[in-house]
T-cell receptor, first 121, second 111 residues
Framework: KAGVTQTPRYLIKTRGQQVTLSCSPI?????VSWYQQTPGQGLQFLFE???????NKGNFPGRFSGRQFSNSRSEMNVSTLELGDSALYLC????????????????????FGPGTRLLVL | DQQVKQNSPSLSVQEGRISILNCDYT??????FLWYKKYPAEGPTFLIS?????DKNEDGRFTVFLNKSAKHLSLHIVPSQPGDSAVYFC??????????FGKGTKLTVNP
């Protein structure tokens, strides 16, 4: 199976602009999560989508938003960019619920894409 | 409030020796734990996981130990290889809640 793909891999924007990042999960995975990684801060959770619905949300301002499509692909949008938004944005997918809605351990493991490196000038 | 803590930002070991990476958590509702490895400019790669019903899980050179009473888990790599040099993240989850990551430990394996 192909892994999680993210586009674009690198992006340079200026303050005040908006940006949209895209993520294609592993085939068959229904859950997509987004994380922000900055030096010294580890991975900060942004949000998770499952079957086009946002299931969990991290502590980020409303400028950060996302959505998931019926094919499980997801997009993340950041409006009114600030210098502090410069980071590596990671997308991760996992199967989510299995057959008959059961959640086993195999449904919980997240697999990450290569990330999108965003630089805000 | 940091629910998952990796108190050692870095660790250096000799090739062939054991690497032990530690992780502490505070949320007693966590029931699933994972370790990821990350190289620069790449996404984290899943290594190994363990559920709260077990205290040990082994996969090749990697073993994860869970001590629920101490709210502590560790990752053992034996023997360590130079290619293991990376940042290792510990992560934990409870129920349908989000996955919570530690800030990572940078492992350097010296030839």
């Amino acid at each position: 199976k192909a892994g999680v793909t993210q586009t674009p891999r690198y992006l340079i924007k200026t303050r005040g602009q908006q940006v949209t990042l895209s993520c294609s999960p592993i085939s068959g995975h229904r859950s997509v999560s987004w994380y922000q990684q900055t030096p010294g801060q580890g991975l900060q959770f942004l949000f998770e989508y499952f079957s086009e619905t946002q299931r969990n949300k991290g502590n980020f301002p409303g400028r950060f938003s996302g959505r998931q499509f019926s094919n499980s692909r997801s997009e993340m949008n950041v409006s009114t960019l600030e210098l502090g938004d410069s980071a590596l944005y990671l997308c991760a997918s996992r199967p989510g619920q299995g057959v008959m809605g059961l959640v086993g351990l195999g449904q919980e493991t997240q697999y990450f894409g290569p990330g999108t490196r965003l630089l805000v000038l | 409030d940091q629910q998952v803590k990796q108190n050692s930002p870095s660790l250096s070991v000799q090739e062939g020796r054991i690497s032990i990476l530690n992780c502490d958590y505070t949320n007693s509702m966590f029931d699933y734990f994972l370790w990821y490895k990350k190289y620069p400019a790449e996404g984290p790669t899943f290594l190994i996981s363990i559920s709260s019903i077990k205290d040990k899980n082994e996969d090749g050179r990697f073993t994860v130990f869970l001590n629920k009473s101490a709210k502590h888990l560790s990752l053992h790599i034996v023997p360590s290889q130079p290619g293991d040099s990376a940042v290792y993240f510990c992560a934990a989850k409870g129920g349908s809640e989000k996955l919570v990551f530690g800030k990572g430990t940078k492992l350097t394996v010296n030839p």
